[in-house]
């Protein structure tokens, strides 16, 4: 079974940076597709990035596009979210979710989750 664990969320103000971490286990995380999706107040969930399993290919939201990095290190089963000139806007639960094929920029198809991790923007 794919366990998910978000980490390296916090409060950081307008203009800051912050990484996040998707730490897997259960599972060969190579061959997962992993897309990182946020949930802000009041919000429906929406993608933010995603990347391929073997990192080759990555993908963003027009709204974080020049702004956040995926990455992934197969070997310490790990997915990472940099986050660089954060914004009020950018507030939100930040969840972690993996598919095992091609990536999918559609939220509903990733089977596995983490459980978030908050990111509160001040202005």
């Known amino acids: 079974q794919v366990q998910l664990v978000e980490s390296g969320g916090g409060l950081v103000q307008a203009g800051g940076s912050l990484r996040l971490s998707c730490a897997a286990s259960g599972v060969t995380f190579s061959s997962y597709a992993v897309s990182w999706i946020r949930q802000a107040p009041g919000k429906e969930r929406e993608y933010v990035a995603r990347i391929a399993s073997s990192g080759m290919n990555t993908y963003y939201a027009n709204s974080v596009k020049g702004r956040f990095t995926i990455s992934r290190e197969n070997a310490k089963n790990t997915v990472y979210l940099q986050m660089n000139s954060l914004k009020p806007e950018d507030t939100a639960v930040y969840y972690c979710?993996?598919?095992?094929?091609?990536?999918?920029?559609?939220?509903?198809?990733?089977?596995?989750w983490g459980q978030g991790t908050q990111v509160t923007v001040s202005s």
């Open positions: 979710a993996a598919r095992q094929g091609l990536s999918s920029p559609s939220i509903g198809d990733y089977t596995y």
